[in-house]
């Protein structure tokens, strides 16, 4: 409690205090004339030197920047803490997005291969019955071959066939 408050509770005191117009008191009360009371009072916040006023008002000043200051430190770590939380969302949603942008790359490369295979069975079956076809057409030429040298041997007129 600041001195200026004491005074003000002494005065509060006083004002509420009874008035004694009797020459005696009761036992274990002390009785002041109430003009010389708040006399007293008057010189002691008269007496009080202005540093004590100005240091009084200087710590109420400290104690309000010290208010806003705390005030303040809570909007800055409220804000930090909220930026944290995005960026850890932000990372998140980083995160997911690498994660499902490796799995698109893994099915990708699935079905590559599996195109990649498709093309080289089709490919392989193509060659197979190119080969096939090949293969006949040269057995018809080479037996169109022998029975040309066989006839030329003999001497027979080529047949149509």
Same mark, same amino acid.
């Given at each position: 409690?600041? /001195?200026? $408050?004491? /005074? ?5 005191l006083g004002d ?7 020459? &005696? ?5 002390t009785v002041l ?16 030197? $202005? ?6 008002q200087i710590t109420?000043? @400290? ?15 409220? !804000? !930090? +803490? ?6 850890? #969302? ?6 997911? *997005? $690498?994660?499902?942008? %490796?799995?698109?790359?893994?099915? *990708? =490369?699935?079905? %590559? =291969?599996? /195109? +990649?295979?498709? !093309?080289?069975?089709?490919? +392989?079956?193509?060659? %197979?019955?190119?080969?096939? &076809?090949?293969? @006949?057409?040269? %057995?018809?030429?080479?037996? #169109? ?5 066989? @006839? ?5 007129? *080529?047949?149509?066939?």
């Amino acid at each position: 409690m600041d /001195i200026f $408050q004491v /005074i003000d509770e002494l005065e509060r005191l006083g004002d509420k205090g009874d008035r004694w117009w009797r020459f &005696y008191s009761l036992p274990g009360e002390t009785v002041l004339p109430a003009e010389q009371f708040f006399d007293l009072t008057d010189k002691i916040r008269a007496s009080i030197p $202005q540093e004590v006023s100005t240091a009084d008002q200087i710590t109420r000043e @400290r104690d309000k920047i010290l208010a806003e200051a705390h005030e303040e430190r809570n909007k800055i770590i409220n !804000a !930090a +803490r909220e930026q944290a939380a995005l960026l850890v #969302s932000n990372d998140r949603v980083v995160q997911e *997005a $690498q994660e499902r942008a %490796a799995e698109t790359v893994r099915q *990708a =490369q699935v079905e %590559a =291969q599996s /195109i +990649r295979d498709e !093309a080289n069975n089709w490919a +392989r079956e193509v060659m %197979a019955r190119l080969e096939d &076809y090949t293969s @006949r057409v040269l %057995a018809t030429v080479q037996k #169109s071959r022998r029975l040309m040298d066989e @006839r030329m041997r003999t001497g027979q007129p *080529a047949e149509e066939e």
